[in-house]
Every structure is written in structure tokens, then in C-alpha cells.
């Protein structure tokens, strides 16, 4: 990987060439979404099957009508309220959004990112960025630029470096393509902040494997085997199993040799922070059971059990 400024990103976007850049939610990797090419390049790198749609990045929530081809009143509402954010909405795709990003669908999912530098970077280009997770498949998002270089260390591909991301879980997917808006993917704008814009319950898509293709439990699991438990549940895992594993939870405990607690940040917020990284960690440490605290569902607690269910399920 390659750092360079954010002016040699703009110039490595506009030559059809990619650049990981920071996002609030986790970093992407991005390409100019209007070249077919480039955004080719992207399935390539992350060895990530052609039909699993991308993101496009816009610079602005005013931009959203060149891109589609209706915007329902919800979907102006929410888009009006909470972007830039890590809220993503899918929507029908506008003739302007080439087949390649959206995966052959007819709809296109896109989100304005709270990122100064990823903002930036659109505006520069002065065209919007197709991107995905900068992760190589299968493995979980990166939230620093140093989980970047360690998945896509050995290509040439250019590198913003925006520090580490604010929120850490990826941005939540709403579709608003087919009526009532549902949640396809919990992320990190909450139910709560969801109903409340709306002023009304949303409910979670039924079939996620159909409404939103490259959403198997895989992608959000590490290398290592994940448990994930509620509080009360703890106590008695530690009393039937034997080690090795690590305990990731609120409060320590009395372990058996062998076992390794590790602190979980006791708010939310700090959690999302930190879940991808310390996953990554472990798994750099050699770690094969992670016995992770389920947090509760309120807030962000919501996305991070998702997350956790998710890469509990993964085997
Ligand atoms: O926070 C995020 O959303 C980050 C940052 C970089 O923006 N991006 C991200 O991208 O997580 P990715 O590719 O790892 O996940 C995008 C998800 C995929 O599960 C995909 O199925 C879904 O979005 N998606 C994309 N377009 C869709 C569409 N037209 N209909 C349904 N789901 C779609
Ligand atoms: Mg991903």
C-alpha cells in the first residue's frame, strides 16, 4: 500500500485506480462509482463475488435524485435528518449507477459518510465512490489504517489514512426500494433513532440472504471460534469449560489457568469502537474461542449483537 495525501487520492480516483479511505463507520475501498472499470478492480482485490452489491458514497444528501430513480418520502426523511451518517438506503437504482456497483440489481444502496476527509474526497473527485469494507473477503471491517495494511499490505493500492474510525460498526441498511422502509442490516444508526425519525415501529427483512446479498455471517466472524453469551450465562460457561479461551466481558471473574480475560468497555459506544479491533487481535495472538458478553440490545447494542450473533453462527 501506498499513503498518499488527499489530493493524490483525488488523482488516483479520477485514473480509474482505488483508494481505502476513512469512513465514520469502518474504512472503505473505494473507486470512482461511474467507471465500470475501476469499480471491477474492486471485486478483485477483495476476491469478493461480482453479484454482492456495493455502497455508493455521495457527497451530499442533495445529491441522492441523480442516483435514483425515486425517492420515497421516508427515505427524503431519513436521508434530510441523519446524513452524513452511517445510515445506508437502497433504493431503485437510477440509470446513472452502472450495473457493475449495484451487482446486476435493479436497486443501488448509497449513504453520505461523516468523514471530513471521505467527504472531501467525493467532492474532489466531483463524482460519487462505490466502496465496500476495505477487509479482504471473509474477514471483519477494518477500523484503522493499520488493519488496512494488514489485509491489503501487499497491493499497490493507495491509502488515505483518516486515524481510526469514530463508531467502528458498519453503517445501518435501510430498504426503501419496496414500500415501508425495513432494516436490512443493523448498523450504527439505532432503532431507536430509526422510529423516531420515522415516527413509526420498522420492522427487520424477513430473508436478509435474498433482500441483501453478501450478508453471510462470515464476513463479521474473525478467524477465531466466537461464543457469544449473556451476562447470565457466564458463570456457568467458565464452570464447564475447559480452556483455553478468552473471556471478553463486562466485569472479571475467577478463571482456570489457561483462560484469559480480556475488559469490554462497558458503554456501547466504546465497545463498537473497539469490537473489530480486538477481534482482529485475538485472532493475531492465536486465540481459537473468544467467549464474548452479548451487551444489551438498546443503542448500539442492537448492531453489536447482531454482529456478535453473527460471528457466533459463522461455523
Ligand atoms: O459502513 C458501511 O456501510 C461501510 C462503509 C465503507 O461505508 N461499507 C460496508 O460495505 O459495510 P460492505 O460492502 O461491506 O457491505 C455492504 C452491504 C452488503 O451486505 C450488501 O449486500 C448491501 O450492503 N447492499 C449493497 N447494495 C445493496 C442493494 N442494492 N440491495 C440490498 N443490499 C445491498
Ligand atoms: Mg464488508
Given at each position: 500500500m501506498r499513503d498518499v495525501s488527499l489530493e493524490d487520492a483525488i488523482e488516483e480516483l479520477r485514473a480509474g485506480r482505488l483508494v481505502a479511505l476513512p469512513t465514520e463507520t469502518v474504512y472503505g475501498l473505494g473507486?470512482?462509482?461511474?467507471?465500470p472499470d475501476a469499480v471491477r478492480a474492486i471485486f478483485a482485490v477483495k476476491g469478493r463475488p461480482a453479484n454482492h452489491p456495493l455502497i455508493v458514497h455521495l457527497a451530499?444528501?442533495?445529491?441522492?435524485d441523480a442516483y435514483v430513480r425515486e425517492v420515497p418520502a421516508a427515505a427524503r426523511r431519513l436521508a434530510d435528518v441523519?446524513?452524513?451518517?452511517p445510515l445506508t438506503l437502497v433504493l431503485k437504482r437510477g440509470d446513472a449507477v452502472p450495473l457493475e456497483v449495484t451487482g446486476g440489481l435493479d436497486t443501488v444502496a448509497l449513504r453520505v459518510p461523516a468523514h471530513p476527509l471521505a467527504l472531501a474526497l467525493i467532492r474532489g473527485l466531483g463524482s460519487p465512490i462505490a466502496a465496500p469494507s476495505?477487509?479482504?473477503?471473509?474477514k471483519v471491517s477494518p477500523t484503522s489504517a493499520e488493519h488496512v495494511r494488514a489485509d491489503l499490505g501487499d497491493t499497490d493500492i493507495a491509502l488515505l489514512d483518516g486515524g481510526p474510525s469514530a463508531l467502528g460498526i458498519e453503517s445501518t441498511i435501510v430498504d426503501c426500494s419496496q414500500g415501508a422502509p425495513t432494516v436490512l442490516r443493523r448498523g450504527g444508526v439505532t432503532r431507536e433513532v430509526l422510529e423516531d425519525v420515522l415516527g413509526a415501529p420498522i420492522p427487520e427483512a424477513a430473508d436478509l440472504s435474498v433482500r441483501a446479498p453478501?450478508?453471510?455471517?462470515s464476513h463479521y466472524a474473525p478467524r477465531a471460534m466466537v461464543i457469544a453469551l449473556e451476562a447470565g450465562e457466564i458463570d456457568a460457561f467458565v464452570a464447564s469449560s475447559e480452556p483455553p479461551y478468552t473471556l471478553v466481558a463486562r466485569h472479571p471473574r475467577a478463571l482456570p489457568s489457561g483462560a484469559r480475560y480480556l475488559e469490554m468497555p462497558s458503554e456501547p459506544a466504546g465497545l463498537a469502537r473497539q469490537l473489530y479491533g480486538m477481534l482482529r487481535e485475538l485472532d493475531a495472538r492465536g486465540e481459537t474461542r473468544i467467549v464474548m458478553e452479548v451487551p444489551p440490545g438498546q443503542g448500539l447494542g442492537w448492531a453489536i449483537a447482531d454482529r456478535l450473533a453473527r460471528a457466533s453462527a459463522a461455523r
Open positions: 473507486a470512482d462509482a461511474l467507471q451530499s444528501a442533495a445529491d441522492l441523519l446524513w452524513p451518517g476495505a477487509n479482504r473477503f471473509g453478501g450478508m453471510h455471517p
